[in-house]
């Protein structure tokens, strides 16, 4: 695949059309989409043909291709085959690319969580899509085995020392030594860190490496399966050698856009920083002695020395910045300038060197190098282009650090995509079940009408077995909560044990301390000798998490089970697929608000509808989590009087005719289920083994 360096593209100058021309005319061009959905389902039988995915594809192509349209969003409801609809743009696009114009096409896929990463993996196999798909997660997921490597090889050598029948007779005496697997870690801390390529090559890991055999083949592929979080990194990298600009960007979960790149381009600016740059030149001056040439000719050694003193004379300068709270964002961004240049010179003693100091420093200086610092440090350029729109800059002295920090933020969520984002794409496919109002949506991405076309896709689910109850149990709200919230978790005991004991659901907590809350309740009513209201509820029915892990041990657990469980949490909202029985009720118990803190303030005043359209899209989010297939059935129960003001925006899915009110007016006694379960026996065994934590991703 062609790349290389990362370049960037004008949100608003779009020059495709004019760089590459062809003789077909729009009718021949028609004609070759329809070709190329053709081909793809040709190929690929397992796939089923549906009206959606046909009409979905075929319109944003012909939008992209015979209309010049630059950017396409599609509205289509959960269940509606967004990730098919995604493989098989991937394929259509570069086809006709290929046939119109002659050049061979790429494309990303994006997606949010790794939920839906690994939805599209399993897809990928049982489609034998080959070697045109390829999936990339995080380097956090993939193992470093050297250790592992390293005692496989000791003990093979030790064995081939001992041999044949010593060994045999050795292995009779005691078992094998096997090399421990607990010695695996994650590829962000890998061995090799700061090593050059040679270095590198000459390990015996290294040809079966995950993160190095899963980017080759992802950057090699038509289509590459990315996180938006791998994405905006590498794309908006300085230097890229891996992942270039594709023809086609499909963006999945595509609502989500604003808040991901918001939250990664939030910058932590730390004294911790410029404390390392500090300690990295002691160590130099301390591991070398004086007199020692450090360049490798007069010149270079007079010029590294006197970078030297200039750095270290410096450094401790800027601390002042961080022990008084009113600094500027000019002053900080003289920091940041200082920080990234100290850096640079620092890495840049690795060249140029003598053999002596090369030997001392040279690993030391890669590695601090290749190090990350503990948060996204900006580049200076971030931050001018940010004090140039100074309406948009939230700022705030952290009191919580222990070095002293700024958290600095753009509230302008347009900007940021437009120059994270939508810059890094060509042709760009947005899909999600809640865009809201697409027209409005085009708008928050600051993308010019011109060069947008939106759809809204109705369901084609049978949602009249799926009704939203709106139970109007009390207003969780801040000032009303206390008041409320027993009535509104007696309610959502109520649904559970006595009007669906025998089915397995979903609540959604909002929180953890409501999740907390609901907990303590079930215990109280457990244990409570007048257990009239609730006899016979048992707590190990319910699964409640803390971590990511947890949650995911869970959720697995609720797939596998023949039992009627309940997965409990405040983060169930987006990518969780409980198809069928895996799910028949779904409770919100309070509206999914963002908390409110400093910079939701600002933001609020700075995009006065950001805040209810969040809340919103969460809300349609977890009401989708529950029907997943045209013949799915689930009933969505709203606990908190306050979906009243929101119910009536909220949009797609057939909302508005599935609402009813339904007051739930928990009686006084209950009588026990008739059927008990032992929760018990089946509980989850959440210690995780290294085999679970890599999976599929171990080369043994
Ligand atoms: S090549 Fe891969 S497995 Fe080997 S040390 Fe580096 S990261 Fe670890």
């Given at each position: 695949m062609e790349d290389s360096a990362t370049t960037t593209m004008n949100p608003d100058a779009f020059t495709f059309f004019d760089e590459n021309e062809t003789d077909m005319t729009d009718a021949q061009k028609i004609e070759c989409i329809k070709e190329s959905i053709r081909s793809f389902l040709k190929e690929y039988p397992m796939i089923r043909a549906t009206d959606t995915l046909v009409l979905v594809v075929f319109q944003a192509l012909k939008n992209m291709l015979v209309d010049k349209i630059r950017f396409v969003a599609v509205e289509a409801p959960t269940g509606s085959g967004k990730s098919v609809i995604g493989y098989c743009m991937a394929y259509c696009f570069n086809y006709c690319l290929h046939t119109i114009y002659g050049m061979d096409g790429s494309s990303y896929l994006l997606t949010s969580s790794k939920m839906l990463q690994k939805q599209i993996q399993e897809d990928f196999k049982r489609f034998s899509f080959g070697e045109d798909y390829a999936m990339l997660k995080g380097t956090a997921n993939y193992p470093c085995t050297y250790m592992y490597f390293e005692q496989l090889a000791a003990e093979r050598s030790k064995q081939k020392l001992l041999g044949a029948a010593a060994s045999a007779f050795a292995s009779s005496q005691q078992s094998t030594v096997k090399p421990d697997k607990s010695t695996i870690t994650s590829y962000d801390k890998r061995y090799c860190i700061g090593w050059d390529a040679?270095?590198?090559?000459?390990?015996?890991?290294f040809p079966t490496c995950q993160y190095i055999v899963k980017r080759k083949a992802a950057s090699d592929a038509m289509c590459a399966n990315l996180n938006y979080s791998y994405f905006l990194t590498v794309l908006n990298a300085s230097m890229n050698p891996y992942f270039a600009m594709r023809n086609l960007t499909i963006a999945d979960e595509a609502h989500l856009i604003p808040d991901i790149v918001c939250n990664m381009f939030s910058f932590e600016i730390s004294a911790a920083t410029a404390r390392r740059v500090g300690k990295v030149l002691r160590e130099i001056r301390d591991t070398n002695s004086k007199d020692l040439m450090w360049g490798s000719d007069a010149d270079r050694d007079v010029e590294m020395h006197l970078q030297f003193s200039r750095l270290i004379t410096e450094v401790d300068e800027w601390d002042t910045l961080f022990l008084r709270r009113n600094t500027t964002l000019p002053e900080l961004i003289d920091y940041v300038r200082w920080c990234s240049d100290a850096k640079k010179t620092i890495v840049s003693w690795n060249k140029n060197v003598t053999p002596e100091f090369k030997l001392k420093m040279g690993g030391f200086i890669g590695k601090f190098g290749e190090e990350e610092t503990d948060a996204p440090f900006p580049k200076p350029v971030e931050l001018e282009e940010l004090a140039s729109r100074p309406n948009d800059v939230f700022m705030k002295y952290d009191e919580s650090s222990k070095y002293g920090k700024y958290i600095v933020r753009d509230l302008q969520e347009r900007?940021?995509?437009r120059n994270k984002f939508l810059s890094k794409t060509?042709?760009?496919?947005?899909?999600?079940?809640?865009?809201?109002?697409?027209?409005q949506y085009g708008e928050l991405l600051g993308i010019r009408p011109d060069q947008y076309k939106s759809y809204r896709m109705e369901p084609t689910f049978d949602y009249s077995t799926s009704p939203i109850y709106q139970c109007n149990c009390g207003w969780l709200t801040y000032k009303n909560f206390s008041d409320n919230i027993d009535n509104c978790l007696d309610a959502v005991l109520y649904i559970c044990h006595v009007l669906h004991p025998d089915e397995k659901g979903i609540i959604h907590t909002s929180t953890f301390s409501n999740a907390e809350l609901?907990?303590?309740?079930i215990f109280d009513y457990m244990y409570k000798s007048d257990n009239g209201k609730f006899p016979g509820i048992q707590a190990s029915r319910f699964r409640f998490y803390r971590t990511p892990q947890e949650k995911d041990a869970c959720v697995?657990?609720?797939?596998?089970?023949?039992?009627?469980l309940v997965i409990v949490g405040p983060s169930l909202y987006e990518g969780l697929d409980l198809k069928y029985d895996e799910g028949r009720f779904n409770i919100l118990l309070k509206v999914p608000y963002p908390g409110i803190d400093d910079y939701v303030r600002a933001k609020m005043e700075r995009i006065p509808f950001w805040y209810e359209r969040v809340t919103i899209e969460k809300t349609i989010q977890a009401i989708g989590r529950t029907n997943r297939a045209v013949d799915d059935r689930s009933t969505t129960y709203l606990i908190d009087s306050t979906f009243?003001?929101?119910?009536?925006?909220?949009?797609?899915?057939?909302?508005?005719?599935?609402l009813e009110r339904k007051y739930l007016e928990v009686p006084q006694t209950n009588s026990k289920p008739k059927k008990m379960y032992s929760f018990e026996a089946q509980n989850t065994n959440q210690n995780t083994s290294v085999d679970d934590l890599w999976g599929d991703d171990l080369p043994f």
């Open positions: 040679d270095r590198k090559n000459s390990l015996a890991c900007e940021l995509v060509q042709f760009c496919l947005f899909l999600s079940a809640t865009l809201g109002n697409t027209d609901l907990k303590e309740k697995k657990e609720l797939k596998q089970s023949q039992l009627p009243s003001k929101i119910a009536p925006k909220m949009l797609g899915s057939k909302i508005q005719e599935r």
